[in-house]
T-cell receptor, first 116, second 112 residues
Framework: DGGITQSPKYLFRKEGQNVTLSCEQNLNHDAMYWYRQDPGQGLRLIYYSQIVNDFQKGDIAEGYSVSREKKESFPLTVTSAQKNPTAFYLC???????????????FGDGTRLSIL | AQSVTQLGSHVSVSEGALVLLRCNYSSSVPPYLFWYVQYPNQGLQLLLKYTTGATLVKGINGFEAEFKKSETSFHLTKPSAHMSDAAEYFCAVSDSFNKFYFGSGTKLNVKP
C-alpha cells in the first residue's frame, strides 16, 4: 500500500546537536510538507516543497533546514539553533497534478522529538 | 491570506448524541476545505473534503459537513456519537498554491 513513512517514531536530542527526521513517500506526490504540532496550537508549517530541488519556508522555518533531492524524500533537520524543539513533527504530501482540484494531504504517523 | 477558526478547543457529548464541530474560514478565493481526524500519537486522517459541487459533503465514519459560503462556514456533524469518535479534529483550507492552513483543533470527548 502507498503511504508516507516517518522515522524514527521517537527521537531524543542533546543540547547543541543537530538531528534529522526522515520522511519518505511512495504515493508519487509532487508536494511535500513539514509541520510542527504543539498542544493547543494545531499544525504550524515549517517548510514545503512543490518539486524536486525546490522548497519554501513556512511560518516557523527558523532553526530548521530541509532538502529535496528526490521526489520520494523530504528530510527535516532540526538544528541547534532551534531552542525549543520538543514537539510532534508531521510530514505530509499531496498530488499537484495539473487540472485537478486541490487534493487533500496525506500524513505520516509523526516523529516525537524530545530534549535530553 | 487564508485562515481557519475552530470554535471550541474541547467538545464533550454523550454517546448517541449529535456531534457538531464548528469551523469558519477566511479565503479570498473559492476555498478547498477539509476535515481531518487525529488519534493520539498518530498522523491526520482525511474525513472529508469540499472542492466544488454539492455543498453537503459526506465522509467516512458517518461524518458530514456543509459548505455555507454566505456564512464562510464548514461545520462537521455526525447524528450519533460513538465512543470511537473520541479524537482531535482539524479543519483545513488550501489555496491555489497547494498550501494548507489548519485550525487549532477541537478535541472531542464522548461520554458513555
Amino acid at each position: 500500500d502507498g503511504g508516507i513513512t516517518q522515522s524514527p517514531k521517537y527521537l531524543f536530542r542533546k543540547e547543541g546537536q543537530n538531528v534529522t527526521l526522515s520522511c519518505e513517500q511512495n504515493l508519487n506526490h509532487d508536494a511535500m510538507y513539514w509541520y510542527r504540532q504543539d498542544p493547543g496550537q494545531g499544525l504550524r508549517l515549517i517548510y514545503y516543497s512543490q518539486i524536486v530541488n525546490d522548497f519554501q519556508k513556512g511560518d516557523i522555518a527558523e532553526g530548521y533546514s530541509v532538502s529535496r533531492e528526490k521526489k520520494e524524500s523530504f528530510p527535516l533537520t532540526v538544528t541547534s539553533a532551534q531552542k525549543n524543539p520538543t514537539a510532534f513533527y508531521l510530514c505530509a504530501s499531496t498530488s499537484t497534478f495539473g487540472g485537478l482540484d486541490n487534493q487533500p494531504q496525506h500524513f505520516g504517523d509523526g516523529t516525537r522529538l524530545s530534549i535530553l | 491570506a487564508q485562515s481557519v477558526t475552530q470554535l471550541g478547543s474541547h467538545v464533550s457529548v454523550s454517546e448517541g448524541a449529535l456531534v457538531l464541530l464548528r469551523c469558519n474560514y477566511s479565503s479570498s478565493v473559492p476555498p478547498y476545505l477539509f476535515w481531518y481526524v487525529q488519534y493520539p500519537n498518530q498522523g491526520l486522517q482525511l474525513l472529508l473534503k469540499y472542492t466544488t459541487g454539492a455543498t453537503l459533503v459526506k465522509g467516512i465514519n458517518g461524518f458530514e459537513a456543509e459548505f455555507k459560503k454566505s456564512e464562510t462556514s464548514f461545520h462537521l456533524t455526525k447524528p450519533s456519537a460513538h465512543m470511537s469518535d473520541a479524537a482531535e479534529y482539524f479543519c483545513a483550507v488550501s489555496d491555489s498554491f497547494n498550501k494548507f492552513y489548519f485550525g487549532s483543533g477541537t478535541k472531542l470527548n464522548v461520554k458513555p
